[in-house]
Every structure is written in C-alpha cells, then in structure tokens.
C-alpha cells in the first residue's frame, strides 16, 4: 500500500432492521483505514450485504453513523458519495456499448468529451479488454462482463470501491483467475476495497483483513492467517477452512493451556481460546490437516483412533476416523508417493500439538 | 414419396427409400396433432376466418345486377352512352324479360336499393316499373311503354348508371368510403357537404392516438409502483388495476355516465365548490372528451399489464448501479430505467392502440356525434341502412390502416422488442 489513495471508512455504533422486530446488524463498529483490502465474510442472511448496501447509501442506517473520510455520510444521497460499486450480476446496462458502460459515471460528472475517451481507453487496457468497447455486455462472457464492471467502478477514479459477491455467478477456475486480477487493480490503485462474499477461499485470498459476519455481528475481524491459525470461536473455526470437532468439558487450566475431558473421558490439552473456568462445556477444533500419523511420544496429544473409510484426492488422502467415540473425524494425509500402510479398520496412533488444538465454546 | 428414378436415393434396411420412411414414421404423430387442434381449427374457420372472409369479399362484390337483370346487362353491351340517346328496343325487350322473372321472384326491389347507393331515384323507379310491368303488353313496342311508365328510362344517365355497374367487381363501396363515387364521367369526390368518411377515418386515428397517450401517461407510474413495490403490496394494488378489467363494460361505461354528465356527480361538485357556476356546467360526455375518458379508463389495463410485466424483469441493480457511479435520481430513471421499458411501452402502445381505433359500444354510448368512430359507422351500415357492401369496404381500411401502421411500427421500433409477458 505505498500508493494510497483510498478513503478511510468508520462505522460507529450501526445498527440495522429492516421490520422494527429484530435487528439485522447489531451495533456494528468498523474501522477501515485507507487502502485497505476488508473482505466482510459470512453465511447469508448474516448482515454482511447490509452493511454494504448501507455503506453504498441504498439502505439507511437504523441507528448509529458512518463516516468516510471522517465526514458523516448518512445524509449524503448515493450518488453523491462517489463511491465506485460492483454488484453480484454486475449490473451492465444492456442497452448500452461497454464503452458508453464506462463513459456515464463520466458523462453524469460532465467531464469533457476527450478526457473522456481517454479515462475509458485506460479503464478498458487495465482490465485488457482493449477491443471490446463497442460491443453490448451480452455480447461478452461472464469473465469479460465481470471486468468491464470492475472497470466502470474505478473509471471515475473513487477513493472507495465496494464488491457485492462480483465472483459469485463465475465457474471455479475463472473465479480463481478473477481474485487475482481484482488483488492486482487494488495494489497498483491504492483504493480501498470492502469485498462481499460468502466464499472464505475468496476472502483469504484477497483480502488484507477479513470480517468475519454471523448474526448481525463481526464475529472475528483480523487478517486471513490469524483467521485460520487462530480462531477465535466456535462459528470462526468451522466457517473458516475445515474443522474437527470434539466437544468435552474443561477439567483443569493452566496460564494460556487447559485440559479438556472428552465425553468418553479421553483427555486432551488444548490451546484455551473460549472457556473460562473449570467444569465448562468445550468444543475443541483441530484442523486436519494438523493430525499426524508419525507420532513422537514428545507430542502434546497421542491418541488411537480407527479408520473408517480412506478417499484418494491425488494430492492428498482423507482419512475418515472413529476417534473417542466420534466417526466424523477427518485427518488430510500428505500424498508423498511412498505407500503409506493405512486401510479401513485399522487402529492407528495420532498424535498433534497443543497449540493446534483449540478450546473454543460449545456447539451443540 | 420419392419415387425419383435416381440411383442414388438412401433406403432402409429392407430397401424402402429413406424419405418415405421417414414420413410413415411421423405420420402418426402429425396426424395426432392435426387432431388435437382439429376443434379449434374448424370452429375458428366457420365461426372467424370464413364470415371476415366472406364479409371482405363484399365490398367489392356486385353480382345482383347481373343475376336480376342477366339478358338486360348481356343487350347494353353493344349501347354506347356516348351517344346521347337512350337504348333501342332491343334492350327494353330484354328489360321486360328480365323485369317479369325479378317482380316474380321480387328481386327488383333489392336490386332498386343497391343503385340508388349510386345515383338517388333508381330505388322508387324500379318499384313503380316493377307494379307495371305486369300490365305491359310484350306485343306492342316496349320502349313506349317503359317511358310511358316512367320517363327516367329515356334518360342517358339512368342506363349509363346500370351500364356502369353491370360488372360483378365493383370499386364503388371502397370508393364511397373514401368520400368519392364512380359516375359514368369517371372518378369524382362527392360533394363536401356529403363527405364523411375520411373525416371519421382521422378522428378515429386521432382519438386513438390520444387514448394511447393517455393511457401510457397514466399507466407508466402505477406499472412502475406495481413493479417497484414488495410482493405482498403490489399484489393489492394489481387486484385494484385488475377489478376493473374484470367488470362489465357496460356498467362501467354507464359509471362514466353518470359522473360526467350536466347533472352528474362532478359538475354537482364543481358547482358546489364554486368552480363553476350552475349556468355554465362542463359538457363532458357525448362529445370527444366523454369518448377519450371512458375509453382511456377501460384500456389502462390493457398498458398497465405489459408495462409491469417488463419492468418486473428489469433488475433493481441497473438503477443502483446507475446511482452509485453518480447518477441523480433523473438521470439513473431516464438514462437506464427508461431505456429499458421501452419495449412494454411499445407492447402497451401497440395493444392500446389496436384495441381503441376498432372500439364500438364506448364510442356509441359516450360519444354523442362529435366522439364516435369510424367503427360506429360501420356497425351503422350493417345493421341500420344494411349497405353492408360499404360496410365492409369500411372495415377494409380500417384493416389495412392498421397493418400499415404495424408495418411502419415495426420498422421504427422493431416487433421483437415489444414485449407482453
């Protein structure tokens, strides 16, 4: 972010409900310094759109503000924000060349004919769609629509640009290819971009920090590998990646470790994230592919578990287990080329370390 | 099927040629389809297809000169009106022949009226020859008696007339319904005091097009509103739009009677609010204004429906969109939204317009003289004065007006982007 140009976003205290029963985002606080790439990720219905629309000025805050650039904007109408915006189905108009596309946000701020033409050329060549101005959106492929929309949201140059799931309706691999074309435009711009998305790959990939959205409240809000590493609870750890869970109860803590009695009294230790005394109800999450097979008896946790099933992904292998009385326990087994001796109905050790093991609070 | 002598035709296994196969093979499914659609089919040709047929045949049809005077029409060949007199003796033979067959199948009286569309008289001349040729003496000289029984049969132009319109095709009707006439001296314009048609012809375009104009003024908004608004509220105010729709014409051109009449609901008002004084009250129906009010009530819905049924698919997004790159709420409607109803706009025109310049009972009962249509004129000829030959005439251009105005719509605004649902 050495270039930076973009707006600083701050949501103080927002609150929002569509019905004036139940609140769809609950006392949201947000700093978003400049240039920042903030990612809001969440199952839908979870407020994270909300938080957008409100952002862009479609829908009015309940209670609280939202200031851009340190100026409260709950007041300013939509088009005079000046924030760029792209939207899920992009929302090209179809009665229009994707050169006219770009020129109106230009045209509407009556900046002249030339500069004009000029500003669409350069927006064209950054997303490398040179030739295609004077072709009508549905003459284009899902890829090209979804550049020419991100080209007509920074054309008129915003400090700020909003993404409302813009990969959504794109096949995997050209999503993939997106995300780093949209990573790119952001580093070489310097504008800040809040991205929504359910996809967590998605946000991972992006995004400088991720908020982390369930219920109408940022569940977590840091940076994608703190977001994997370190979960901070329950919801964070399954929506993020994969997730074992082994729910128990805690038996014993000590400083920054606990020790967590599973219900059929196998017991473990664990990093302590979420529980705070003993005899509190746990759910521990262990990713999978922390669980090792080659054991060492200096590990923190050593346990047997059966296998269930093995399925074969090229890279790697899942192992389904049957470990303390839990047949949904998933270990990812590094494909290294040796035969590695594993079939169904074996009894095998494994073994992980305690800081990869995380007491987190309880899901029923 | 292909019984060619080439060599080269593909066959099935057992030699039969490909084609003919084929064809057996699909037979049974055509034929299935011919018969489910079989009931329709007949019952739209006897009852639609076959009567507007036959009723355009008519304008142009003119066999009852022909059939009622058959050797009179075969002797006129050979008399030229040029000549300034009228017909030898041969002829009046052949009128007395053919008039004692018509008076005994009394024909002659029908065939009076059709000539006098084309020259006043001729109806009250065959009726009095028709009482007397009954005491003609075919004997004696029948020229003689003929005039002696009515002097028009010396005069030129009586023949002339029935020279003139002895071919079975006729272009009198058409021409009578655009304000000419075909005399023995070729084509003339009738007298302006008697023309009328084209007249109505413009009136009735006119009116239509301001119908179509109000209609969408009107519409456009609440299509809009129907659009915009969340299912559940939006689904009452179609009920609103629809109720109407679903109600007798009739009650609710009566309603616009009753409210816009001299001593109707809205001049009371007005005299009572003091807009207007009790002497001058607002003439409001059976006139232009009645016939443009009620029509434009009765065929809102018919733009309403198309209208909504486009902007429903136009995705809130676009406005959005629109407003977020800058657009004020001007701009994002008429730059992006508007563009985009375009095609309900035609399909509501087009609808409206279709409907409203054939319309009938609205115009008869709220039009008074100055508000009705060409269609009234028509339901006039076929029903009171039974000239259905001008009648259909009528109805002909008023089918053809509207096929050149399709055409011409559809090169301006194109018929793929009409849309009705």
């Not at chain 2, 007006?401 to 559809?410: K, P, R, S």
Request: glycine share 8%; charged share 20%.
């Amino acid at each position: 972010m050495a270039n930076t140009r973009g707006a600083a976003v701050r949501y103080e205290s927002v609150q929002k409900s569509y019905d004036g029963v139940s609140l769809v985002v609950k006392n949201l606080n947000l700093d978003i310094p400049p240039g920042e790439f903030l990612t809001m990720l969440g199952p839908s219905g979870s407020g994270k759109t909300t938080c957008l629309m409100m952002l862009a000025g479609f829908e009015p805050a309940t209670h609280g503000e939202i200031f851009l650039n340190d100026r409260p904007i709950n007041n300013v109408p939509p088009h005079k924000r000046g924030i760029g915006m792209v939207f899920q189905n992009y929302a090209l108009f179809p009665h229009m060349t994707v050169a006219e596309n770009l020129a109106f946000p230009l045209q509407v701020r009556n900046i002249g004919k030339a500069e004009q033409e000029e500003k669409v050329k350069r927006a064209l060549e950054m997303v490398e769609l040179g030739a295609f101005g004077n072709r009508r959106p549905a003459q284009l492929s899902g890829g090209q629509q979804q550049r020419v929309a991100v080209a007509r949201a920074l054309v008129f140059d915003p400090e700020l640009v909003l993404m409302d799931e813009p990969l959504g309706a794109l096949d995997k691999q050209l999503r993939e290819q997106m995300q780093y074309e949209i990573k790119h435009i952001h580093e070489n711009l310097g504008v800040t971009v809040v991205y929504v998305t359910h996809d967590q790959t998605e946000a991972l990939t992006m995004s400088d920090r991720v908020a982390v959205f369930n219920d109408g409240v940022i569940q977590q809000l840091s940076s994608p590998d703190v977001l994997y590493e370190d979960p901070q609870n329950s919801f964070v750890a399954q929506f993020i990646g994969e997730n074992n869970k082994l729910s128990g109860k805690v038996v014993d803590i000590q400083g920054k470790e606990c020790l967590v009695e599973l219900d059929d009294g196998t017991r473990l230790k664990a990093d302590k994230v979420n529980v705070s005394a003993i005899g509190d109800r746990t759910t521990i999450s262990l990713r999978p592919e922390r669980v090792e097979f080659d054991t060492t008896d200096s590990m923190d946790n050593l346990i047997k578990g059966r296998i269930e099933e093995l399925i074969y992904l090229g890279d790697h292998i899942r192992v389904r287990m049957n470990v303390a009385g839990n047949d949904e326990f998933i270990a990812k087994v590094r494909n290294r080329g040796e035969k590695r001796q594993l079939s169904v109905g074996d009894t095998v050790p494994i073994g992980w370390s305690l800081n990869d093991c995380k007491a987190l609070d309880p899901v029923a | 099927m292909s019984d060619t002598a080439s060599q080269q035709v593909l066959t099935t296994q057992d030699g039969k040629p490909l084609k003919q196969a084929l064809a057996s093979a699909l037979r049974r499914e055509k034929l299935r389809a011919l018969l489910l659609i079989a009931p329709l089919l007949i019952f739209v040709l006897l009852t639609f297809a076959a009567p507007i047929a036959d009723m355009l045949f008519r304008s142009v049809e003119n066999g009852i000169v022909e059939d009622t005077l058959p050797k009179t029409v075969d002797a006129l060949q050979a008399w030229d009106p040029q000549s300034g007199q009228s017909p030898g003796e041969a002829v009046f033979a052949a009128l007395y022949d053919d008039m004692v067959v018509a008076v005994e199948n009394k024909t002659h009286t029908r065939l009076g009226s059709r000539l006098n569309y084309e020259k006043t008289g001729i109806s009250s001349l065959f009726r009095k020859t028709g009482r007397r040729v009954g005491k003609m003496d075919a004997a004696e000289p029948l020229k003689a008696q003929f005039i002696k029984a009515d002097d028009k049969w010396d005069e030129v132009e009586t023949w002339a007339t029935l020279k003139l319109f002895s071919p079975r095709i006729t272009p009198a009707y058409f021409l009578a319904a655009g304000d000419a006439q075909l005399t023995p001296d070729g084509i003339k314009m009738k007298p302006a005091d008697e023309q009328i048609y084209l007249f109505l012809f413009w009136r009735t375009l006119f009116l239509s097009v301001v119908i179509t104009l109000c209609c969408l003024l009107l519409g456009y908004p609440i299509a809009f509103l129907l659009a915009a608004l969340p299912l559940r509220t939006s689904n009452i105010l179609m009920i609103l739009v629809l109720l109407p729709f679903w109600t007798s014409l009739l009650v609710r051109t009566s309603a616009w009677k009753v409210l816009l009449q001299q001593q109707g609901v809205i001049n009371d008002f007005l005299v009572w609010t003091g807009f207007v004084s009790d002497a001058d009250r607002l003439v409001m129906i059976n006139n232009q204004t009645g016939t443009i009010i009620a029509m434009t009530h009765i065929l809102l819905p018919f733009m309403i429906l198309p209208l909504y049924s486009v902007m429903k698919t136009i995705s809130p997004s676009y406005v959005r969109a629109a407003k977020s790159l800058g657009a004020n709420d001007w701009i994002a409607f008429w730059r992006v939204y508007f563009p985009q109803s375009v095609p309900g706009i035609g399909a509501g025109a087009v609808l409206v317009f279709i409907l409203a310049i054939g319309y009938y009972i609205t115009p008869e009962l709220v039009g008074g003289t100055s508000g009705i249509f060409i269609s009234n004129r028509i339901a006039y000829h076929i029903s009171s004065s039974l000239n259905w030959g001008l009648g259909a005439a009528l109805g002909a251009l008023l089918l053809i007006a509207v096929m050149i105005l399709f055409v011409v719509y559809d090169k301006i605004v194109g018929i793929d982007n009409v849309k009705l649902g």
